[in-house]
């Protein structure tokens, strides 16, 4: 030990004083640790130097450059359907968000059963890095050729939409659990906070190559065909290590069929559901906005252009500000305090757009914070409840959970579309009254959310009920 280089001897002896922690003088393994405990002491006990270590320092790094491949397609496939379906392939508004809702319907379903099967299926985790790097390439391959398709040509737009859809939702499910691995070891707060500025990022992308749609209705259809097929192929590059992180971050050893099936008789289903539902309708709400900028009149020319820009880069100083609020009051009051901010935002904005433009860009800045507080705390709030339903020692069944919650909030921004499309439709929002009557409902619904998601916390497991027997 005396000739080892000193870096190397300190770590044998780290590695050394770990592992006797870990492991009992038997041979067994600690009681007090529990299967959490297993996962946790295995990415814990490595030595300072070696190639599994550059591969658990890589998982954080890949783990960003896949989110932000998917939320790259993510915030281009919902900030701009709606708009290519009306203004690229002449689809009347009301149809328009009921395609849009009715995909998202899929996308959930989807979601749901995708889940349901990895949770159930070893077979099929297996092959999850494979399924996930096809999906990954179909779905960026969709989404390029969207505002491509002819126009007023109902079954290919059906068809790119909901492979687009199913796609995305192969994708989507498993790399949502990946985050449950990270906060284990990073912190459930931190792992929401990489997630929400990556997104935040992709989504000022996005929105700075909607500036060149939102001139001349002529140069809308062949600014579309250069953006789309842009965006796609540098989510595509992002996406490329997905079935690395998938395979690193898999469970080797499975909890048994009879073990997962007890727990689930005894998680309180109604905690997840109702945290589920409170999003689905925030998510809906606070989605209504984004796309109700692209189309709207009432605002002053200059701002009209830049609103959706305003909105995602005030979303990204929104991480600096609710992390410390979450930090001390808790994810659960700052979860609601975010939805009562953004539902005040919302019903402002009409009554500061009449006072002008400067007026108009403070309450979209308000808005902005507020709905990046909504969207980093959602994911946040939802990874620290997975214990407390008695998900977290299970990566399966984790998956499971993020596949009900990302098909709940799914269906909420599909329902967003098919509200938008509807006001469209029926006021053409080109007036301050007709921004009043979609603010209002918005409002409303950003209250609900924050009722149910506070009254939510309190259906929880106790921590002792939710280990597993041994089999």
């Known amino acids: 030990m005396a000739a080892l280089p000193s870096r190397l001897r300190v770590g044998l002896r780290s590695r050394e004083r770990v592992m006797r922690h870990c492991i009992?003088?038997?041979?067994?393994?600690?009681?007090?640790?529990?299967?959490?405990?297993?996962?946790?002491?295995?990415?814990?006990?490595?030595?300072?130097?070696?190639?599994?270590?550059?591969?658990?320092?890589?998982?954080?790094?890949?783990?960003?450059?896949?989110?932000?491949?998917?939320s790259l397609l993510w915030a281009g496939a919902d900030a701009?359907?709606?708009?290519?379906?009306?203004?690229?392939?002449?689809?009347?508004?009301?149809?328009?968000?009921?395609?849009?809702?009715?995909?998202?319907?899929?996308?959930?379903?989807?979601?749901?059963?995708?889940?349901h099967i990895v949770n159930r299926r070893m077979a099929i985790r297996a092959m999850l890095p494979g399924v996930c790097g096809l999906a990954a390439g179909l779905g960026c391959l969709s989404f390029a050729i969207l505002p491509w398709l002819p126009a007023g040509i109902m079954p290919g737009t059906i068809f790119a939409l909901f492979l687009f859809r199913t796609t995305f939702s192969l994708i989507d499910v498993p790399h949502n659990a990946t985050a449950a691995a990270l906060a284990n070891i990073h912190g459930h707060l931190s792992v929401a906070r990489w997630r929400?500025?990556?997104?935040?990022?992709?989504?000022?992308?996005?929105a700075a190559a909607a500036?060149?749609?939102?001139?001349?209705?002529?140069?809308?259809p062949h600014m579309a065909r250069m953006i789309f097929p842009a965006i796609a192929l540098m989510a595509c590059l992002l996406l490329a290590p997905l079935p690395w992180l998938i395979r690193m971050t898999r469970q080797a050893t499975p909890v048994s069929r009879a073990g997962r099936l007890d727990r689930a008789k005894r998680v309180p289903m109604r905690g997840l559901g109702l945290f589920c539902l409170s999003q689905m309708l925030g998510f809906a709400a606070l989605a209504c906005m984004g796309k109700a900028m692209l189309h709207t009149g009432a605002l002053e020319g200059w701002l009209l252009d830049y609103a959706l820009l305003i909105l995602t880069i005030v979303r990204l100083a929104a991480v600096g500000l609710w992390s410390p609020i979450a930090a001390h009051i808790g994810s659960a009051k700052a979860l609601s305090l975010a939805y009562?901010?953004?539902?005040?935002?919302?019903?402002?904005?009409?009554?500061?757009?009449?006072?002008?433009?400067?007026?108009?860009?403070?309450i979209l800045g308000l808005l902005g914070l507020s709905l990046g507080g909504v969207i980093l705390l959602?994911?946040?709030?939802?990874?620290?409840?997975?214990?407390?339903w008695g998900m977290a020692d299970d990566p399966a069944a984790a998956v499971?959970?993020?596949?009900?919650?990302?098909?709940?909030?799914?269906?909420?921004?599909?329902?967003?579309?098919?509200?938008?499309?509807?006001?469209?439709?029926?006021?053409?929002?080109g007036s301050i009254w007709a921004?009043?009557?979609?603010?209002?409902?918005?409002?409303?619904?950003?209250?609900?959310?924050?009722?149910?998601?506070?009254?939510?916390?309190?259906?929880?497991m106790p921590l002792a009920s939710h280990r597993l027997e041994p089999a």
């Open 24 to 70: 009992s003088p038997g041979g067994e393994q600690s009681s007090m640790t529990g299967r959490r405990g297993q996962i946790v002491a295995s990415l814990s006990c490595i030595a300072p130097i070696g190639p599994d270590v550059t591969q658990r320092r890589l998982l954080p790094i890949i783990f960003g450059m896949t989110h932000a491949g998917k």
């Open 80 to 115: 701009f359907t709606l708009f290519i379906l009306i203004k690229v392939l002449d689809i009347p508004p009301v149809m328009a968000g009921t395609l849009f809702v009715l995909s998202s319907f899929w996308n959930a379903m989807v979601d749901g059963i995708w889940g």
């Open 196 to 206: 929400s500025i990556l997104s935040a990022l992709t989504a000022i992308m996005v």
């Open 211 to 220: 500036l060149p749609m939102t001139g001349a209705a002529t140069m809308v």
């Open 340 to 362: 009562i901010c953004s539902a005040l935002s919302a019903i402002t904005l009409p009554a500061a757009i009449g006072q002008g433009g400067l007026s108009a860009a403070i």
């Open 378 to 388: 959602a994911w946040s709030s939802f990874s620290e409840q997975l214990p407390r």
């Open 400 to 429: 499971r959970a993020y596949g009900w919650f990302t098909a709940t909030a799914k269906v909420g921004l599909g329902f967003s579309g098919l509200f938008t499309g509807a006001w469209l439709g029926q006021v053409g929002g």
């Open 435 to 460: 921004l009043w009557l979609l603010v209002m409902p918005i409002a409303l619904l950003c209250v609900a959310s924050a009722s149910m998601a506070w009254c939510g916390w309190r259906f929880r």
